[in-house]
């Protein structure tokens, strides 16, 4: 561009325009919008979202033992537990029981949703969720009522685990509370 004034002296200078169309503006800011969007859903699903914690308890009954002990019945009230997942042998230690099983530490029991008990194994233990095999690295639900049969790699100790809901006249019952009238109807 060049400027002249009056007086016949003139001034040359480049000067740089950038012409932005409403098109580009508007696709622009639908990217950042989108982009920020999907920032905050990220942030709710890795972060903010609940996740499950478990209910209920588990009742064990041991069928044989390798070393013919007999063991009463046993329960585990899950609500006790603060974290998300749990071993088997964990469950064990807590109750104190005396049957050593390597092989316990490798079934793993995990909160689930619409509080179901997960259960996950990678040991060549043969373990039953009802009549239905587990395989092994494989996740399988179990349900209130549900019970799951597991034969330890000795071919001897058995162990039935029956999953069930904790009544809500307990003092440890932390799940859904029912509607008054609901019962009534």
Known sequence: MTATDSEGA????????KIHSL???????TGL???AAGGI??????????????????????LATANGEDIPVTNWPLTSLERRKVSLSELFDRMDIGVKVPESGRIWLEAGKKE?????HDTNCTVDRGRTPVKPRHTEALEYNEKLYITFEDGVTEIE??????KPSTNIYVGQ???PQQTMG
Do not use: H, M, N
Not at 23 to 29: A, C, D, P
Not at 48 to 60: A, D, I, N, S
Not at 116 to 120: A, H
């Open 10 to 17: 003139s001034v040359t200078a480049d000067i740089q325009l």
């Open 23 to 29: 098109r580009e503006k508007i696709l622009l800011y």
């Open 33 to 35: 919008g989108l982009l």
């Open 41 to 62: 859903f990220a942030l709710y699903w890795f972060v903010l979202k609940p996740k499950p914690v478990f209910r209920g308890r588990l009742e064990g009954y041991f």
């Open 116 to 120: 179901t008990l997960l259960v996950r």
């Open 161 to 166: 685990i029956r999953y069930k809901a904790i």
């Open 177 to 179: 509370k029912k509607d």
